[in-house]
């Protein structure tokens, strides 16, 4: 069986999502469009991808394309992605969605914080988030996966253990996330050209970044009551990888070792999730260029608090590799499928 | 007038020390003393140095060295300066100590941190805390001077307001601060070599590194109660510069703006230390090499936090400028003599 | 005496302008002009300023801004400046142009490798190459200075010694260049944001380089016959500084201590060159933000070859920094006004 | 038929074979021995292989070791690892070495550049210099390959085709590679920790690196006459990566049609070896973690030189990754198996 996916966009997430398809066993780029770069070849635009893509960027030509694919994946800015995913659907054609547009279950939320009308409010309840080490049986009966910020991602992942288990306060909940530059995608700006983020670390987006809402809700789901919570992101000088250390006031004395028995067993079986040994804290090169993510946990036990440090590579985790992660659950394929191989270091 | 600075340890901080003090209009190296380099010329050690140092490093002979100098400035680790600074102050040589030895001043808190009997407890009453937009009065009359570390540097002036004017609940304090590799000194170690810091980012001694207490100790007194933090340091990619978030629960419904007057008000006339407008938030880039404190806040309306920024250059405000502003204070120099220019960008 | 200096253009060389200028004891800053950031204050675009400019910046408004100004210096692309300087000329107001308007003596050579057909070619014969270094003497008694290249800067001072004394056949000279990324200017592009940068390393325009005919003319200048030189420049990921290591095969059979003896001899009493001791090489970062040149030689006696190496920071001596040497020497102040201090390292 | 290849040795090259031969699919790693980190799990000095590895580094107990193993691969300092191939030998076990220890078939050239009395020179004949682009069929039937270093393997790429053809004068050719710092290895030392090598470039040991012979040995062979070259290594801000650009002068006119078509058809067939477009030159972060080769040529008309300029991951393709080119050659099995796949970008 081969899998035919179709690509929307040529960005950081699709230049991802080609080279870690270029090795899938059982899933083919059936093709990438391109508003810039129609009719280049891909390994022009990316030569990394040198003999391992023949594929030559193409118009979007609907619904020519969605019939060709199986499932098609959005690698384009929130906004653009509801109304062709629409279309897709129509026509048998799965979606897994990198952006925005059907993250939030309420379209109020994605309203105010994205400041636009969303285009296909109707499949916001059928869409699932697609986080699979939270609703992996959700996902794979799903045909519309909302594949999750790479923010959310790591903040998830680290705190679903202790919301879980209510270890920790809701209402005291902290995000602190860095963030190399590549999250911020391949678009030039004054903010990502080499000179400004080189030698330099910044917070950016204080209390107004659109993925504290995700964030929001995905724990408020998890804790079982409406939280909010303060994300703070930074954007430091490095290519890949997002570390997002949390914080959270313990409601009980609970030891590192029973913290770290409950995160163990809350992953276990979680192919993509390695909770490290207790002292040992992550690092983003560990899993850089690799599905998977890696957590340390703290109890502080002079301020009561419990602090737990996730590492993804926010291309990867935190974007085309768990779009992957999603089909592979979608088409029944096993999970890592494609995404088995460790991080590149040093 | 000329002051004659002896500077004990030819690390970093000692190379920083020899770069301001090279265009210090008051202020002459005396001489700088070595383990490793004795006897070579410390432009060869330091090649930035050529044309602005003629040193020879030497050994230290006591109480030559002293008696040769107005003020000594130790850049050593902790535990070594206490008995040295004791001879000199015999001598009535002043001392700027950059290491932990005279910055608490209960004993105890020393040694329970630093896991060392402190060498010269006698001293502590008398160190004063070498912090002059929060101490200058005592600076000025003192002898013994105990620079502060550099991630406390950033945490107190980005807090300091708040505490001072109760905004925030001091039991709610959490100080996440992202530091170059330089803070780690000029050592190798399978920690800070180019390949482990490159394209990375981790966090290390949550709830346990050394400059914990001392963050608590100066909130404590801006408090006037004891408080506890939780502090995380992290090491990212790159050489130079802190920018510490840090985070505290309003005790009462505040506007961004009247924090920021708040903040404006408290550093009026402290030259290095600049409250970015409403909306702006610092970047250590811009205060590269120099000794000024770039700081921004916001208030997050949602959670009911301050979130505080500050960035320093840890090399400069976080160890060796902070010296000189502090020697420039203790010989009734300009409180900004040598240390008037602005931050490398880009 | 105060020397009023007008700056075209807001980008990075103009920023480098303004930190430097902020610092000189004999030249004011008195007006920045810009197309995009009018009105804004410029420690706003540029945050490192913050407290060293009270400049806001403003649209040129000829022949006003000329008349209030000693000096205009034009940190502008090339063609845009030769026109406007000849209207500075014609109001008495000297001019140093950052761009490669005036830095060739004949038109066609600039026509041919800027494709641009040259503005104001009456000037060229006027125009002064400023490279103080060499042509001190020229630069005094100029009102018109082209201000080096940045690659031409470091290149040029590398072999200038060996070509005066005719150590190397000029028929075999090879300059292969390393640059941060700041000599590409501020202006966002697909090769210039973050993650095209970090992590990599790329030659570009290897025989087609502008600058490989200004290094030509100026080494045909000092050879006293037309020669060609390869020269291939390379992207490295860092922000600022070059290094240039220059290949020449040795005319005679000479020791790299007689090399290194010419080498010293040429450069007594040049400020800003250091010719490293023999079986040093030079590093960027040693000359990082300063006005220095830092020079290695080596000879390689298996090979017959002459190496000689250079390092410069290629905002400073690459480009601002050059520029207020040559402002200097223009209006009679010491050269090193402004302009000394060493560089920051690490 | 699973191989079972032990690894002499736990650095960064060790790291790397375990990486890529974790997903081998007929290799198993055997045994992974160290002198420092004995008894303790890889994953655990390597935190990017948890998952991926069970091993226990262990200590080199003779000849118990070789038994267990089809090949060994040592990833040593020269001069250590040729005493115990012999073992290896003895014992019926494959050897492929990283070190230089086998590198030269002349024993006097190993002893005059490495300073080291050759510890098994009854071996030089028999070893096989591994760069399987030139040398395949004398690999596959070798039991003992000398692993190219990482810079002669950029700079024989590189240069070979145009030897072969004799297009370029062997008299005239010029090595000038730049280098991510994970070549130095995982010691760390003054040279190699992060505020040494960030944000710098330097030049070291022109003239008189250890790869200095082997590049001309290869060279030599190729073009059936003694040659000498000039080589100078830069160490960049990077962690992976080698961009080699070479200089020769043309012999005769050529374009640069004729120059790719040469390098196009001497490298058919050779699956880790792209020969970019004409007009397109390589970059290292296109074959970040992978073990393929960019080169990129350029004839320079107006001086009459070729430049070609190759790009290789130094760990890969540099090392590790063609080390195990050399086994599968030498077991029979497919030559890209465990190493399909691109690079890492951006």
Chains 1, 2, 3, 4 share one sequence.
């Not at 163990?264 to 040992?280: A, H, I, S, W």
Request: proline letters at 6%; glycine letters at 8%.
């Amino acid at each position: 069986m081969t899998i035919q996916a179709g690509i929307i966009g040529d960005g950081y997430t699709s230049a991802e999502l080609n080279r870690l398809l270029a090795r899938h066993p059982y899933v083919q780029v059936a093709g990438v469009t391109s508003i810039e770069n129609i009719g280049r070849k891909l390994q022009e635009v990316y030569p990394h991808l040198s003999g391992y893509s023949r594929i030559f960027c193409e118009e979007l030509v609907k619904p020519d394309f969605f019939d060709r694919c199986d499932v098609v994946i959005f690698a384009l800015p929130h906004g653009v992605a509801a109304p062709l995913a629409r279309e897709a659907l129509l026509r048998n054609t799965k979606v897994v969605d990198l952006g925005a547009d059907f993250r939030f279950r309420q379209r109020e939320r994605y309203e105010q914080w994205y400041q636009h009308t969303h285009p296909a409010p109707e499949l916001l309840t059928e869409a699932v988030y697609g986080l699979p080490e939270l609703y992996a049986e959700r996902i794979v009966e799903s045909r519309l996966i909302a594949n999750p910020g790479c923010y959310p991602t790591s903040a998830i992942l680290a705190l679903a253990p202790a919301l879980q288990h209510e270890l920790i306060d809701p209402a005291t909940i902290i995000v602190d996330s860095k963030s190399g530059a590549s999250g911020a995608g391949r678009t030039p700006s004054f903010t990502n050209i080499f000179c400004e983020v080189n030698e330099n670390v910044r917070a950016y987006g204080i209390a107004s970044h659109r993925h504290t809402p995700e964030i929001e809700q995905v724990l408020s789901w998890i804790a079982g009551k409406e939280l909010v919570v303060s994300f703070t992101p930074h954007l430091i000088p490095m290519s890949r990888g997002i570390l997002s250390t949390t914080y959270g006031q313990l409601r009980r004395k609970v030891s590192g070792q029973e913290v770290w028995e409950i995160y163990t067993d809350f992953y276990k079986g979680k192919y993509f999730v390695t909770v490290l040994e207790l002292g040992q804290l992550p690092q983003t090169k560990a899993v850089y260029s690799s599905n998977h993510c890696h957590i340390g946990v703290v109890v502080d036990e002079r301020t009561g608090r419990l602090v737990a440090v996730a590492a993804i590579d926010n291309l990867v985790k935190g974007a085309s590799g768990q779009a992957i992660q999603n089909l592979n659950l979608m088409f029944g394929l096993p999970e890592e499928s494609g995404l088995d191989f460790p991080g590149v270091m040093p």
